[in-house]
Every structure is written in structure tokens, then in C-alpha cells.
């Protein structure tokens, strides 16, 4: 384990990587859990997933209410059950997987995280270099070629600040952009509101379709968060109160998610023209009155800077899960420069939002299976880890077979191949998911989200306790 005066450095950057947060690190209070998830998800993305429910799967306003209320409820329990372990072993979610899957099984899980983060990451960048081109070319600057790729570098490195500087700035930056963003989301619901049509589409769509949208809610939210619980919780004090943490992460998302995506539900019932499509964030102005655009590009820039804070700072704990042997600074940087790389393409093609709506809807085939096991691991266990265990690379009670811990190991892939059977993320449509509905299978639920947790959560549960404390890593 790292030196806890080494984690911190005359320059200001937090060294604190996937190592044990030492109990004279620890400080806080539950609540700021709050205003970490209110100020990551508060953001125009929020309500495009609302907007999303209407134009994009067919449902009258009132089905998209209900999709948001059910599908978050489902959602904001697991990032609150995630969090919980935060604060008792001081590490993070990635690392703690280690206990089901063992320190290389782990490593499989780590690089999937990341991979999941680094899109929401390069996802966010677009549409900030978006924002801000936007905002340029109404003062009459012209964004194109050299200075394309200039502007979308200049950004990647402005929102690489947060997450290198560290966990203490990051929670600042969270609590200050809560307001912010609060303040102008009301202002945005009082001038949108008088316009929305809640008649529209009455009829509305069908149980796949409602089906569907509800897992977008679930995986667009809670359960996507979920991996990155305990990695901000660890920062508390041993001694915290379970339900406070729990409570108070759940809340931080749950609440900005359905009011936000509720927003977006009935922003996707204003009348505009054929060539205006609000399921994209930046089509908003169209239906504010004239001057805001201005200051609503700007709230969509700072908005998810912020937001990509949070993830990059995940991300860079999870690839060194993955088994990247540098310090979390070295890793943030890097991330970076993957995560802008992946935005100079994805600005170059004409079907980003495409792109973006099956990456989302993909994620359910492996977070539905690794969130089960994870918990199921947790309670079988009784919330006990061996946090030697947990950060040793090589030996140990979680070394299982070669580094895989083989009851964990084989239920994730299981529950991958059992999610992806039964999903329909648009551009993949399972055969168990299509023979649902034969005729047009491509208005099929997406089940991904429930067959996941059954395959996975059955076949943990049935290897395990054929040898339950040897499985387990309890002596």
C-alpha cells in the first residue's frame, strides 16, 4: 500500500489511485454524496433520455412518466446498495469485485468499466465541442479542419483539470454545479412548459416498447453509475451510517433523473418543424425564445465538463484495475487522450446520436450480470472482505485458479451470454429477443436487463455454495 503522505504532492494533484484510503484521508459526511450524483446528472443528457422516450420509442407522456418513475426506481437502489461498501473497505467498486472474480478475473471486469466510462466520456466531450462550436459561430468564428481538432483538444485537456486535481476539488466542483444547474433547469422548465402538448400521442406504444424504455432509464441512470459508488464513499469515514450513504447517493440521482427526464418527455411534445429533432440536446433553442441560446450552450458545456469530471475520474481507477501499472495522475492523462482521439473521429461521422443510442442501450449485457454477482457476493458474504486479499495481485484468499475466482468468472460471461439473448439494443437483436416477436423484431423488448440478473445471480448463487466459505475467500 501507498505511503498516505505520498498521496498528496506539493502541486496540488491527488495520488490516491485503487489503494486503501488510509483513515487519516477519510472526512466528510453522507451528504455530500448528494450533491456529487445531483451535480453529475443534472445535466442536458438527463433530459434527452426523457425526449428520447417519446420520439424515439413511441410513447405518449404519460407511458414516459410512468417509464421514468419505474425505471429509476429500479436504477438509484443499486448505485445506493454500491455505495454501501465504500466507507468499510475504503476502496472502490472495481477493486472489491476482485472478491467474486479474483485479482485477473477483476482485471476483465476493470477494462469492461472502462470502456463503458471512456464512451460516456468521449459521448460528452461531442457534444461540448459541439456546444461550444455552436457558441463560436454565433459571435461569427468558423470551426472547421485544424481548428476543429485544436478546439476538441483544448477541451479534452480543460476537463481533464477536475479529476487530475482529485477527489477534494471534484466534490467542491459537484456541490457548486448542483445549484447552478438547478437554478437553470427551473429557469428552462418555466420557459418550455407553456409550449408542451401532453395530448400528443395519446395512443402511445405498446408493452415491448414500454419495456424497452424502461431499460434505457435503468441503464442510462442508476445502474450505470453503480460501478462508480463505492469509488467516491471510500473517502467517508469508517464509521458512517449505511442507510445515510445509501439514502443520500440514491437521492442525488434519482431526484435530478426524474425531473430532468420528465422535462425531456414533455420538451418532446412542443410542436416544431420536421428538420428540428429535440431528442438531440442541442436542437433546444429552437423552442426557447430568442437570446437564450447563448446562455443555454454555455449551461450545456459547463454542464457536462462537470459531469465528464466524475467519469474520468472513475475511469482512470478502473483501468488500473484493469491491470495498468501507473500512478491514477499518469492514467487520467492518458484516459484523455483516448477519450479525445475517440471524439476527433466521432465529430467526423454523421451518426453520432445513433451511435450513442445502441452504446447505451449495449451496456445492459454487462452490467446487468456484473451488478448481481456483486451484490450477491456482498450479502453471501455479509459485507466481510479481506482487504489484504482485495489488493494483492499475485496469491491471496481471492486468487482462486490462476487469478480467476471460476463460480464469479464463469456466472459474468454466463450472464453476458444470457443478456445479449434476450436484448435489443436497436442495432442487436438477440434470437430469443426477436423469436418474441417474429413478425417485427425489431420491436422486440429488450429483456437484457432481467436475463442477465436471473442467468447470473441463479448460477453464482448454485457454484458458490457448493464450497461456500472456500469460494468466498472466508477462513
Partial sequence: MSDPAALETSSGIDQQGIDLVPPNRRHGKATDLFFLWAGTTTNIFTVSYGALLVILFGLSFWQAIAAIVVGNLVAYPLLALASLQGPKTGTTNMTISRSSLGPRGGRVNGLFSWLMLVGFEAAGLVLVYYAVAALLGIFGVDISGVTQVVLIVVLGLIQMLLPLIGYNFLMAAQKFATIIFACAFVILAVLILPKVNIATGEVGADINAMISAISLVVVSGGLSWACSGSNFSRYLPEETSPLSVGTWAALGGFVPYLLLQSLGAAMATVAVGPDVDLSDPLAVPAILPAGFSVPFLLLVGFGLMVQNGTNLYSSSLNLQTAGIPAKRPV????????????????????????????????????????????????????????????????????????????????SLIAGMIGSALFANTGYFIGPIAAAISPQHPEYAPDLAIPAGIVVSGVLFIALTITNKKKNLGIA
Avoid: E, H
Fill in 331 to 410: 492514467v487520467v492523462v492518458t484516459d484523455s487522450i483516448i477519450c479525445i482521439l475517440i471524439t476527433i473521429f466521432a465529430v467526423a461521422q454523421s451518426s453520432f446520436y445513433a451511435l450513442l443510442s445502441a452504446f447505451v442501450g449495449s451496456l445492459s449485457i454487462w452490467l446487468a450480470p456484473w451488478i448481481t454477482i456483486y451484490l450477491v457476493d456482498w450479502v453471501m458474504r455479509r459485507g466481510n472482505y479481506d482487504l489484504a486479499g482485495l489488493m494483492n495481485d499475485k496469491g491471496g484468499v481471492y486468487w482462486g485458479v490462476g487469478g480467476v475466482k471460476l463460480p464469479g468468472f464463469v
